[in-house]
């Protein structure tokens, strides 16, 4: 069973910038989709950004187009988020994913997905 491991999230004011990471491992093969996805309190879980596996596409949810950066770095196994532009509707747990799906150019849940254990973005003055 593989691992995944958020960091970087913390407290920012607003229009500042955080990197997340996620470190990978155990997962026998780098083809799955990888991506993240954020809760606020009282909201449902949604997709921020994922990387297709089998062609390394990436996908963005309208929220934050423009303003965050999904990346991959193979030889480290991680993936990064650039968060840029930050407003205060940004705060959330983020979480990392492996095996999500992508349909209709967003990023979603499913039943097989590899979860990370989270970490807190806070946008605040």
């Known amino acids: 069973q593989g691992q995944l491991v958020e960091s970087g999230g913390g407290l920012v004011q607003p229009g500042g910038s955080l990197r997340l990471a996620c470190a990978v491992s155990?997962?026998?093969?780098?083809?799955?989709?990888i991506g993240w996805f954020r809760q606020s309190p009282g909201k449902e879980r949604e997709g921020v950004s994922c990387?297709?596996?089998?062609?390394?596409?990436?996908y963005y949810g309208d929220s934050v187009k423009g303003r965050f950066t999904i990346s991959r770095d193979n030889a480290k196994n991680t993936v990064y988020l650039q968060m840029n532009s930050l407003r205060p509707e940004d705060t959330a747990l983020y979480y990392c994913?492996?095996?999500?799906?992508?349909?209709?150019?967003?990023?979603?849940?499913?039943?097989?997905?590899?979860w990370g254990q989270g970490t807190l973005v806070t946008v605040s003055s």
């Open positions: 155990g997962f026998t093969s780098n083809s799955y989709n």
């Open positions: 990387i297709k596996g089998t062609d390394g596409s990436l």
């Open positions: 994913a492996v095996g999500l799906s992508i349909m209709q150019n967003k990023c979603l849940m499913n039943n097989r997905i590899t």
